[in-house]
């Protein structure tokens, strides 16, 4: 095999995938030239998705028209001179390579002007190869449009999702650097139509009213703790005990300005709310993080969205500090309500409540099982997208169908399904024939579930809605708002009626009448987050991926205890629906012991009988 040097062109195109994934990254790399700029103003507008125009206008710098060449070419940069100036590093670009990697895959015009200067300058590339550079009329500031995204690279361009999706990315990435930078007005349009803005007054709080909504504002606790022996602070907002979310797409952490991702922090702030926050629930936060540039390291990540702390003990520290301390600080305001009367609390369990029994729960130190006791039977073919890494080990997994069943048959009466009880509270446990069974209870009910929805959507003729006797407002974030229209008409079929009712409020009307008792708006607002930021492939029926996170949302969840009329409830519905085998997407419900691999793994000679 001869080794060879790329050519220039393609050389670039690979380099530019490092940097630019979709029409987000590069809206990130643009925005984060005009923070760098000193740009107090931001506007971006975006044509289908991001595919067919993205424009950035800033009021910054500007930049001199001798420079302009200079800044398509990779490596070229006014943030940094030499290696040393990484380790004290205040701007958020560094490694020269944003505007070259757009341009290698893109068509790019670029207008600047500084202050000094009188005429701007416009220059233009095309795939990487300079066009046009001449004087133009323009004010102070740069604007970059960037035309036909990945137009030489088919390839990538068709990695990239529906118009709708790749607009949410980048309304997602608007909103999170304008609560990163409240003294920054950010003005965002999708076409002609306004997603996002930020008036720019440098109040945090009043960034996150206009993206979360008013109550979301009026429930959050300001927090700010300083480390004086290390230079550390960190500042920001949390939300109280009552306001959560079921994902933490809700968090924001910010360090030395820069936007960046971190499961320590993530951990330490939810340390910080000890046993005030329900189970499978997160905060809403906004968390700035302020340290010495020497004590961190930002060149560990392409998208520089990763960083490495010197000390990492010590910020995780201040920040589980910080977060107990200011909720322990509200606490002791007048007047402060137990979290379980919080408006909108929500425990964990969605089950019917019901008095636990402790001889319904089995409970054993240890299960030990040997490696290689017992053998697997494959029934994967009726399940698509099953999870391989379940059929591993000795256990079988039930035929679709049930218990005892082959294909979409219900379970034999004849053979009796008896009960013994729940395991972690996640897993029921019950004996069929001489076999023993380990049903997931969340993937057994999420099946029950699916299977009355689609009867009730097959039979209902237009009247499976529940109509609400005081219907629901709900405040939307703006990077939802281009997505959820597609959606309504799939959500009204389903048995949902939303309506907008101004700004991004929607007012929930009905529900499908198999959805939930007792509906809030969290439920409503947890289904959304669900249905808009998923990522189903295009093969998936939409109408039928609504119905599945309805009936994930109404099931009952991993660790939570049920009383043991709730577990033969379960059980008696489960075996008799088609496929119980498998939850709607795909995963095993139950796998099974056979009483022969039992009696093999304890050197037992069989038929259990004896000592």
């Known amino acids: 095999m001869v080794i060879k040097l790329l050519d220039k062109n393609t050389a670039e195109q690979i380099a530019a995938g490092e940097v630019i994934e979709n029409p987000a990254s590069v809206v990130k790399e643009l925005v984060e030239n005009a923070l760098d700029a000193g740009a107090t103003r931001i506007d971006i507008d975006v044509e289908n998705g991001g595919k067919g125009l993205i424009s950035v206008t800033d009021n910054g710098f500007g930049i001199e028209r001798d420079d302009l060449p200079v800044a398509f070419k990779r490596f070229a940069t006014s943030k940094i001179t030499s290696l040393k100036d990484l380790g004290n590093l205040s701007s958020l670009g560094f490694r020269g390579e944003a505007l070259p990697s757009i341009a290698a895959v893109s068509r790019v015009k670029l207008t600047s002007r500084t202050e000094k200067s009188l005429p701007g300058t416009h220059i233009m590339v095309n795939g990487g190869e300079m066009e046009e550079i001449e004087e133009v009329g323009a004010p102070p500031g ?8 990945f137009f030489n690279t088919p390839g990538r361009l068709k990695f990239l999702r529906a118009d709708n999706v ?17 003294q920054v007005a950010f003005n965002l349009k999708s076409g002609r139509k306004t997603l996002f803005s930020s008036s720019g007054d440098g109040i945090l709080l009043h960034v996150i009213g206009s993206l979360y909504g008013s109550e979301t504002a009026e429930a959050m606790i300001e927090l700010d703790r300083k480390d004086i022996s290390t230079g550390c602070n960190i500042n920001g907002f949390i939300s109280a005990p009552h306001l959560t979310r079921s994902s933490r797409r809700w968090i924001t952490l910010v360090v030395n300005g820069r936007l960046v991702r971190d499961p320590m922090i993530v951990n330490a702030l939810e340390r910080g709310y000890e046993d005030l ?29 990763e960083i490495r702390f010197q000390k990492p003990e010590i910020i995780k520290g201040l920040s589980f500090k910080a977060v107990k301390m200011a909720l322990q600080g509200t606490r002791k305001t007048p007047g402060w309500p137990d979290e379980k009367t919080f408006p909108g609390y929500r425990p964990q369990d969605t089950f019917s409540p019901g008095p636990t029994s402790s001889q319904a729960v089995w409970k054993t130190e240890h299960l030990f099982r040997q490696p290689g006791s017992g053998k697997q039977s494959d029934f994967g073919s009726s399940a698509p997208g099953q999870d391989k890494q379940s059929e591993k080990g000795p256990a079988r997994e039930i035929p679709p169908g049930g218990p005892g069943q082959a294909g979409d048959k219900a379970a034999d009466p004849a053979g009796e399904l008896r009960l013994i009880g729940q395991f972690m509270q996640s897993y029921l446990v019950a004996q069929k024939d001489d076999r023993l069974l380990l049903i997931d209870q969340h993937a057994a009910h999420e099946r029950i579930n699916y299977h009355q929805l689609k009867n009730q959507e097959c039979h209902s003729s237009g009247t499976n809605k529940s109509q609400l006797t005081i219907p629901l407002v709900i405040d939307l974030p703006p990077a939802w708002c281009e997505r959820l229209p597609l959606l309504l008409p799939l959500l009204e079929q389903s048995g949902f009626k939303l309506e907008p ?7 929930v009307k009905a529900v499908p009448f198999a959805f939930r008792k007792n509906v809030n708006q969290a439920d409503i607002h947890d289904l959304l987050e669900d249905l808009i930021t998923a990522d189903n492939g295009p093969e998936q029926d939409p109408r039928d991926a609504i119905l599945i996170t309805i009936a994930c949302h109404k099931s ?14 379960l059980l008696k519905q489960w075996e008799k629906i088609p496929q119980a085998g498998y939850c709607p997407h795909g995963r095993p419900t139950v796998i099974s012991f056979e009483r022969s691999e039992l009696d093999k793994s304890f050197h037992r000679g069989g038929g259990g009988g004896g000592n």
């Open 556 to 569: 009952v969840k991993a660790g939570q205890t049920l009383s043991r009329e709730e577990m033969e409830q």
């Open 277 to 305: 926050l329900p189970r499978h629930r997160h905060p809403v936060a906004i968390l700035k993080l302020t340290v010495p540039p020497e004590a961190i390291d930002v060149n560990v990540h392409p998208a520089k969205i």
């Open 501 to 507: 009712v101004g700004g991004d409020k929607y007012q």
């Open 142 to 149: 740069t604007r970059v449009e960037v035309r036909d995204l």
């Open 166 to 182: 790749e607009a949410t990315r980048i309304s997602t990435f608007v909103s999170e650097m304008a609560l990163t930078n409240p």
